[in-house]
């Protein structure tokens, strides 16, 4: 699919040069530089696009799928925070934070969460809580060694916004209220 669109772009930029060669003469190295401005006036514009929440609600809208390869860019909100509570295989161990940083490299993939607490599931007895300490910690776990993550949003957040997250929205607020975790 890339290469389609890539040659969709060359085209663009090829039509778009040639338009404007009709109004200026151009030869030699000038239509060469004006080329090389012109894809990357064109890159930047196309980059923009599909960074764009807009684009990106629009492409959900019509596909009912996201246009990244990696659920993070989706799933975190990067303006007003992320929650998390994230649960171990084989441990009895929960860190509850937030999100400040994530790392997506397949099996050697990272998460680092600020001002967390890391309780026992089973006796919800806190082991460490980061915020009692005037230092500053991160606590950095391995994706392979995560078994699930529970992530809390702020009602603010403007993640929901795309089709078929609104759903989403309304369920995290149905759980919020049964669990009676104040807004």
Known sequence: MLS?????ISYVI??????????????GWTLTAFHIVLAVITALCVSK???SKLFNKFVSKVNYKSLHTQIWRD?????L???VNVYLKDKDVVYTGS???????GNDSWIALSNYIRTNPVSKEICYDSTAYDLKTIAVVSLRD??????FYDDDTKLFECSGKQRIK???AEVKSKINIDS
């Open 4 to 8: 389609i669109w890539s040659i969709v």
């Open 14 to 27: 090829m039509i778009a040069a040639n338009i404007t060669a009709l109004y200026h003469e151009f030869s």
């Open 49 to 51: 696009l599909y960074e």
């Open 75 to 79: 799933i975190i909100d990067y303006d």
């Open 81 to 83: 925070g992320t929650h």
């Open 99 to 105: 999100i400040i940083e994530h790392e997506e490299n």
């Open 146 to 151: 995560i078994d699930s993550i529970e992530l």
């Open 170 to 172: 309304e369920v995290t």
